[in-house]
Nanobody, 123 residues
Framework: VQLVESGGGLVHTGGSLTLSCAASKLTYHEISWFRQAPGKEREGVSCISSRDRSTWYADSVKGRFTMTRDNANKTVVYLQMNNLQPDDTAVYYC??????????????????WGQGTQVTVAS
């Protein structure tokens, strides 16, 4: 399975962006968003369950970011990011794996990753 992210860009503080992640084929694995800033480890942002569309979020983005799956094309997921802050600046990746609510944020357990899309929030 290949993953392709899109939608990154440059916004100012308080702005919004919507990222997309398209999988090359339908899979029943979970898809998650991670981000990695320069000099930092890859951190989990959000995850959506393939079974019941439950979503999980990092505390740092709760209330600002929303992850959804396209109803018509289940191979596409989105990350709506509102009220962006400079600390949100990073390369955002989507990852595919068999994960649970207790482990979705652990990057090494994912099977594959997209190439990433840059999000830059200017103050």
């Amino acid at each position: 399975v290949q993953l392709v992210e899109s939608g990154g860009g440059l916004v100012h503080t308080g702005g919004s962006l919507t990222l997309s992640c398209a999988a090359s084929k339908l899979t029943y694995h979970e898809i998650s968003w991670f981000r990695q800033a320069p000099g930092k480890e890859r951190e989990g942002v959000s995850c959506i369950s393939s079974r019941d569309r439950s979503t999980w979020y990092a505390d740092s983005v709760k209330g600002r970011f929303t992850m959804t799956r396209d109803n018509a094309n289940k191979t596409v997921v989105y990350l709506q990011m509102n009220n962006l802050q400079p600390d949100d600046t990073a390369v955002y990746y989507c990852g595919l794996g068999v994960v649970q609510s207790s482990s979705w944020y652990i990057a090494p357990i994912y099977d594959c990753w997209g190439q990433g899309t840059q999000v830059t929030v200017a103050s």
